[in-house]
């Protein structure tokens, strides 16, 4: 069973910084394209930032410019710092690893809570 193992978060205040890190099994970790997607209450899950193997990213509009997703490939484990923070931004964070390996397989982390107070 793949284990992601996320770390960060908690408490922050509107215009202050966060970060988050996952830290994934190399094995996966080398091949994978790794995300951070929010769940908000009663929200559908949505992405927030995905980095692929080869160091593209990709940003949800609301987090343009305000977060940056990046992956250390020596430690297996990928960041998400997050700046000038809004209320909107609260919810619970999930990792996320995703390849094709003759199928496609996608690992989740157990979540972790981001609040935001105004």
């Known amino acids: 069973q793949v284990q992601l193992v996320e770390s960060g978060g908690g408490l922050g205040q509107a215009g202050g910084s966060l970060s988050l890190s996952c830290a994934a099994p190399?094995?996966?970790?080398?091949?994978?394209?790794m995300a951070w997607y929010r769940q908000a209450p009663g929200k559908q899950r949505v992405l927030v930032a995905r980095?692929?193997?080869?160091?593209?990213?990709v940003y949800a509009d609301s987090v343009k410019g305000r977060f940056t997703i990046s992956r250390d490939d020596a430690k297996s484990t990928v960041h998400l710092e997050m700046s000038r923070l809004k209320p909107e931004d609260t919810g619970v964070y999930f990792c996320?690893?995703?390849?094709?390996?003759?199928?496609?397989?996608?690992?989740w982390g157990q979540g972790t809570q981001v609040t935001v107070s105004s």
């Open positions: 996320n690893a995703a390849y094709w390996s003759g199928s496609d397989r996608v690992y």
């Open positions: 190399e094995s996966v970790f080398k091949i994978a394209s």
């Open positions: 980095v692929t193997t080869g160091g593209t990213t």
